[in-house]
């Protein structure tokens, strides 16, 4: 019998509380890293519940870390999905990863970087513990959709929304071979989104279709590139 448990409140996925909607969405942009987790060390940044984490170490036969802030979260993960050897889970933040320099293959972080002040400091963080030409997976929200006319993101978890072009030069300072994909495509013409199709794709964003999420795939330059 599990002894901690988590309310779903609209920040963070709880398996079996979340509506299915937004679980759907969450996961499938796991299903799209596991893809390129083979034989590789992932890092999942702001795990969450961990169901995540738990999906790429059951699909990929190499080791995953989840870090995240809340001590809850990490508890719910570590009783439920702690059980597996290839998954473990750490409790800290993501501008101050308790890891040495070059430690991972891979970083997925899904969802997090509109909640963090220090957002550079997360980018730079990540690029840290990344091996030389390791990958970044990070989506965020496109504030083209959830909000391109307010001062402030609608959603109150949120501290900043990025456009498209904003998030990809910021991601240019860190990293290398950017690549966006997209998810949930919005008809600009009347602000409807396609709810029967989660799969990651090419990002749409023009004048008729614009993605509601943006994934970003980034590569950690070798030394000799720089």
């Known amino acids: 019998m599990c002894r901690t448990d988590m309310e779903f409140t609209g920040e963070r996925v709880v398996p079996g509380k979340t509506p299915q909607t937004i679980y759907d969405e969450h996961i499938y942009r796991y299903i799209f890293a596991a893809g390129l987790a083979e034989n590789k060390v992932i890092l999942d940044v702001a795990c969450g519940t961990g169901y995540g ?20 979260a990490v508890d719910y993960a570590r009783e439920r ?15 101050r990863l308790p890891f040495g320099d070059h430690a991972f293959d891979l970083i997925v972080s899904f969802e997090t970087i509109e909640h963090i002040r220090q957002y550079r400091k ?44 904003e998030f990809y030069n910021l991601l240019r300072r860190y ?25 990651v794709h090419d ?3 023009n004048e008729l279709v614009s993605s509601a999420y943006i994934i970003a795939m980034a590569r950690k330059p070798n030394k000799s590139s720089i």
Do not use: M
Request: proline share 5%; hydrophobic share 35%; glycine share 6%.
């Open 175 to 199: 990293f290398t071979d950017i690549t966006f994909y997209g998810q949930c495509d919005v008809k600009l013409s009347d602000n409807s989104v396609d709810r029967t199709n989660y799969n």
């Open 53 to 72: 984490t738990r999906y790429l170490a059951e699909k990929g036969p190499g080791k995953v870390v989840g870090v995240d802030i809340s001590a809850e």
């Open 81 to 95: 999905f702690g059980k597996d050897k290839k998954a473990s889970f750490v409790c800290a933040n993501a501008t």
């Open 203 to 205: 990002f749409n964003d």
């Open 122 to 165: 997360f980018l730079a963080e990540c690029r840290r513990v990344l091996r030389e030409n390791g990958l970044l997976i990070c989506s965020t929200p496109n504030r083209r959709i959830f909000s391109p006319k307010l001062a402030k993101p609608i959603n109150t978890f949120h501290v900043k929304e990025f456009w498209p072009e």
